[in-house]
């Protein structure tokens, strides 16, 4: 099982991974504006309780992008993804936790909806707590 410490430790890494990467990034383009966008909007740790494995993702647009079917399930059953719906300002997809959670279930497709574990969400940009959003709380319903 991955401990709450190690989901934590897993997604401050992650906060780090996306400072740097902004840093480098503006770094390498001096002249070019620093908007609040260069920044992931969330990043988050998800576990699998069968063993100790994490990984942490940041939100990204889903357009493109193959979910694990037992995501992807999930996912559709709010709305197209890629699209928003009235319920969710988020578009269905696009969130940290999806794109977290299907890195464990594609290393471990024996993993079941209701076997992840997440850290808190957190916004690279000011290491601050995000909630999770309604698209994120009906598709994890069991663990969220
Ligand atoms: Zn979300």
């Known amino acids: 099982m991955a401990t709450p410490e190690r989901l934590n430790e897993c997604v401050k890494d992650a906060i780090e991974n996306e400072r740097q990467r902004v840093k480098k990034m503006r770094q390498a383009h001096p002249d070019v504006k620093h908007r609040i966008t260069d920044y992931a909007a969330a990043v988050v740790a998800c576990g ?10 940041c939100s990204a647009s889903p357009v493109g992008h193959q979910y694990a079917e037992k995501i992807r399930v999930r996912l559709e059953s709010l709305a197209s ?8 300002n988020n578009i269905v997809g696009a969130c940290a936790e999806p794109h977290a959670a299907d890195k464990v279930i594609k290393k471990f497709p024996g993993c079941d909806m209701d076997e992840l574990q997440f850290s ?14 309604r698209n994120c709380k009906e598709t994890f319903f069991e663990v969220l």
Do not use: H, L
Not at 48 to 57: G, I, L, P, W
Not at 81 to 88: A, F, T, V, Y
Not at 120 to 133: E, I
């Open 48 to 57: 699998y309780k069968k063993n100790n494995s994490t990984f942490s993702a």
């Open 120 to 133: 808190d969400a957190y916004r690279p940009r000011t290491a601050r707590r995000v909630k999770n959003c």
């Open 81 to 88: 993804i890629g699209e928003k719906r009235d319920e969710c």
